[in-house]
């Protein structure tokens, strides 16, 4: 079954990988962020697919740190670029001007890149330094 899991995660990760070239997702901030988390997701849970398959024993400590922040990034990383999309879909489809002034779409930009990317580095960061790791607390 590990096989299967690590194939169709890898499958997956190509798949994804494909959309990056196209203009209407490398121009788009959470469209973009979307892919990359997406494929970064896939590929720790292919790898942890093969790595674990058939036995349970921890075998490389740091590999399960590093999967687990990554993991909750994208937790946190994923809705925040889907709230961008949103944001946008209600600009567009409400009766309000849109705006084409570089200043506000320079802050858009600078909002969706911060919910993308940037809160999500926070949180990681804030959940490694305040989660003590198994067997260090008292």
């Not at 988390?37 to 740190?65: E, F, S, Y």
């Not at 590093?66 to 009766?95: M, Q, Y």
């Amino acid at each position: 079954m590990a096989v299967e899991l690590a194939a169709l995660s890898f499958v997956s990760v190509v798949l994804l990988s494909v959309f990056i070239p196209v203009k209407r997702v490398r121009t788009s901030v959470p469209s973009l962020a979307i892919l990359i988390w997406l494929i970064g997701c896939n590929l720790v849970h292919g790898i942890n697919a093969l790595i674990w398959a058939g036995n349970v024993n921890v075998q490389v400590v740091v590999w399960c740190d590093i999967v687990t922040k990554l993991v909750l990034g994208a937790n946190v990383a994923l809705p925040g670029a889907f709230l961008c999309i949103s944001r946008h879909l209600e600009l567009i489809s409400s009766k309000r001007k849109i705006e084409t002034d570089l200043k506000i779409i320079r802050y858009r930009t600078l909002l969706e890149f911060l919910f993308c990317y940037i809160i999500p580095v926070i949180y990681m960061a804030l959940r490694a330094w305040f989660l003590p790791l198994p067997g260090t607390a008292n």
